[in-house]
């Protein structure tokens, strides 16, 4: 258990649908990052947030958004989703000055 | 960004030391150099970061010539369970350069 927690692990959903992802950091780790990752296109970084303030933007579609909450708990809205948003998604946290730790992430199927 | 180039795929045996370069030439004096592992449906987990000369932990070893324009990922004695993907990254902790996953290096370890 990396101390990073994702849910749900698994969702299916039809296209046009919204959905959303949760994510709870390390305790202690102030900055939540999203990532997706699909079979063709590896790693892709999509929003940070840092004790509730978006701090980097990545390749975040517009239908996508994000947010950090009080308790640095974050979510990860995708609306209007399409058959390419068919990934997993993974949330990480990152203590200072070290590395990122990984939630296990969240596969998404739209069908 | 700072670019790293791995090489896209190793093989290796049971048994044997296993060393993955990746090549940073942009690498700024602020950044850090980070390996990553992930296994299929994983999340990546952190193996080790360094600065430069040589850092060893219990997992792997990292050596970083004084250009540091390259580092080098030592795998001491890999397992069938070593098989995964090792992403390169390299950056100032908490810095957008860190923020980028490159393709990795699929490592697969034969029996």
């Known amino acids: 258990d990396s101390g990073v927690t994702q849910t749900p692990k698994h969702l299916i959903t039809a296209t046009g649908q919204r959905v959303t992802l949760r994510c709870s950091p390390r305790s202690g780790d102030l900055s939540v990052y999203w990532y997706q990752q699909s079979l063709d296109q590896g790693l892709q970084f999509l929003i940070q947030y840092y004790n509730g303030e978006e701090r980097a933007k990545g390749n975040i579609l517009e239908r996508f958004s994000a947010q950090q909450f009080p308790d640095l708990h974050s979510e990860l809205n995708l609306s209007s989703l399409e058959l390419g948003d068919s990934a997993l998604y993974f949330c990480a946290s990152r203590e200072h000055n070290y590395g990122y730790t990984f939630g296990s992430g969240t596969r998404l199927t739209v069908v | 960004l700072a670019k790293t180039t791995q090489p896209i795929s190793m093989d290796s045996y049971e048994g044997q030391e296993v060393n993955i370069t990746c090549s940073h030439n942009n690498i700024a004096t602020n950044d850090y150099i980070t390996w990553y592992q992930q296994f299929p449906s994983q999340g990546p987990r952190f193996i080790i970061q360094?600065?430069?000369t040589k850092v060893t932990n219990e997992v792997a070893s990292l050596f970083i010539p004084a250009d540091r324009k390259s580092s080098t990922l030592s795998l001491p004695r890999v397992s069938l369970s070593d098989t995964a993907v090792y992403y390169c990254?390299?950056?100032?902790?908490?810095?957008?350069?860190?923020?980028?996953f490159g393709s990795g290096t699929q490592l697969t370890v034969l029996p």
């Open positions: 360094g600065y430069k």
């Open positions: 990254l390299v950056g100032a902790p908490g810095s957008a350069r860190q923020l980028t």
